[in-house]
C-alpha cells in the first residue's frame, strides 16, 4: 500500500463510504468487501468473511449481490474443489476505482506540498491513529459479542444456561506401537511434532462466558448459544510450533468440555464451575486437573493413549474408575495396582450411595493413572 493509500484509509469516514456505495449502488459493506476483492484477486470465501469480519453466511449474501450487480464472479478453488475464489469484473472494478480517484487525488496534492521529514510524521500519525481506532474497536466488539483484542479472546455471558467447550488441537502427528506391559498389552502412541498445551485457569470474569489466551499460532475461536468452538488448522507451516491455550469458564452453568484430535498436557483447575462432563478423544500425553464437587454423576472419558493421568477431586466425593488397555501404574486412594491388563473396575467407598460422584474411564492404555483428594 502507498503512502497516498495509507492516508486515504486512515481518513475515510462512514458518511464517505456510504456516498461512494451510493452512486455504485451498492450498501457500504458490499463496497468493503468489493474492493477486498479488486485488491485481492482470487479470493476465498473464507478469506473474505474473516477480513471484513463477517460471517460465512453474511459474506455469501454479499457475494450474491456483487456477482447480480456484475461486479465479481466466483470460481471453483483449484487448490479446494469444495470452496469458491472471487475475482473482479474489470469493468465494473474501474468503476470503483473512478469513483475513489478523487480523494486520492486530493490526498496526494496535500502530502506533496509537506517536506520529506513532514510526511513521515503526517503518516506516522495517521497510522498510530488507525491502530489505536482498530484497537479500541476490536475491546468493544469483544465486550459486546465476542472477539479477540491481540492474543486474547472473550465472548459474553448474555442469557445462556449451558455451555459447551470443543477444543481441537490440529497438529500434526505420528502413530507408533508399543507395550506398555511387555508382551501383555499393545498399544498406539500417538507422538505430535508440534506441543498442545491446554491449561484451565479456573472462572471467567462476571458477566463473561469464557476468557481465553493463546501463545503460538492463533486458533479459530467460534462462539454461538453457549457452544466456544477452540480450532487449531492443521497447516504445514505451523507443523513445528507449539500451541498454548489458557481458558477460564464461566460459573454458574454446566459444562461439557470436549478435546478432539489428542493433547499433550491438558491441565489446570476446573473448580469452581459446574461440570457436566469431559470426552478426551485421540490421545493425551500429561494430564492433570483438579475437579469441581460434582452434582448428579459427571462422565470422564479418555480415549485413546494416555501416559500420565492425575486427576484430583474434591475429599469424600466417590469415584468409579474404568481402564481398559493396560496400565503399568494405578492408584485410586488407597488402592494400588501394578501391571493390569485388559479392563478393570476401581470404586472408591460409597459410590453406589452417594449421587454426586465421577465415572471416569481411561480406554487405549496407559501408564500411570492416579485418583485422589485435592
Request: charged share 25%.
Amino acid at each position: 500500500m502507498n503512502d497516498i493509500d495509507r492516508a486515504c484509509q486512515a481518513i475515510r469516514t462512514t458518511a464517505y463510504d456510504e456516498a461512494v456505495a451510493d452512486r455504485l449502488g451498492l450498501n457500504p459493506t458490499d463496497l468493503r468487501c468489493l474492493e477486498l476483492v479488486i485488491a485481492e484477486p482470487g479470493i476465498t470465501a473464507g478469506r473474505l468473511a474473516e477480513r471484513a469480519d463477517l460471517t460465512t453466511g453474511a459474506v455469501t449474501g454479499v457475494l450474491d449481490r456483487l456477482e447480480r450487480a456484475g461486479f465479481v464472479r466466483r470460481m471453483p478453488d483449484p487448490a479446494d474443489r469444495r470452496s469458491v475464489t472471487i475475482a473482479p469484473v474489470e469493468a465494473r472494478a474501474g468503476e470503483v476505482r473512478d469513483a475513489l480517484a478523487p480523494l486520492a487525488k486530493a490526498v496526494g496534492g496535500a502530502l506533496g506540498q509537506l517536506s520529506a521529514g513532514e510526511r513521515r510524521a503526517a503518516l506516522g500519525f495517521l497510522d498510530a491513529a488507525a491502530a489505536a481506532v482498530l484497537g479500541e474497536t476490536e475491546r468493544l466488539r469483544a465486550r459486546a459479542r465476542g472477539g479477540f483484542v491481540g492474543s486474547a479472546y472473550s465472548a459474553p455471558l448474555g442469557d445462556v444456561t449451558r455451555g459447551r467447550l470443543v477444543f481441537t488441537s490440529g497438529a500434526p502427528r505420528l502413530a507408533l506401537r508399543f507395550a506398555p506391559l511387555g508382551q501383555r498389552a499393545t498399544a498406539r502412541v500417538i507422538m505430535e511434532t508440534a506441543a498442545s498445551r491446554l491449561r484451565f485457569d479456573g472462572i471467567a470474569p462476571a458477566g463473561e462466558l469464557v476468557r481465553a489466551s493463546f501463545e503460538g499460532p492463533l486458533p479459530d475461536v467460534r462462539t454461538s448459544g453457549g457452544v466456544v468452538s477452540i480450532r487449531y488448522r492443521r497447516q504445514a507451516l505451523a507443523a513445528f510450533a507449539g500451541r498454548e491455550a489458557r481458558v477460564s469458564l464461566a460459573a454458574g452453568i454446566p459444562w461439557t468440555i470436549e478435546l478432539d484430535g489428542g493433547i499433550t498436557d491438558l491441565t489446570g483447575a476446573l473448580g469452581p464451575i459446574s461440570l457436566a462432563a469431559i470426552e478426551v478423544n485421540g490421545g493425551a500425553n500429561h494430564v492433570a486437573l483438579d475437579l469441581p464437587r460434582p452434582s448428579g454423576s459427571v462422565p470422564i472419558r479418555l480415549a485413546g493413549v494416555a501416559s500420565s493421568v492425575t486427576f484430583r477431586r474434591p475429599a469424600r466425593v466417590p469415584v468409579a474408575l474404568t481402564v481398559d488397555g493396560g496400565v503399568a501404574h494405578l492408584r485410586l486412594d488407597g488402592q494400588h495396582q501394578k501391571q493390569a491388563g485388559g479392563r478393570h473396575r476401581f470404586v472408591s467407598p460409597g459410590f453406589d450411595k452417594l449421587p454426586d460422584r465421577y465415572e471416569i474411564e481411561v480406554l487405549g492404555g496407559a501408564s500411570e493413572v492416579k485418583v485422589g483428594p485435592v
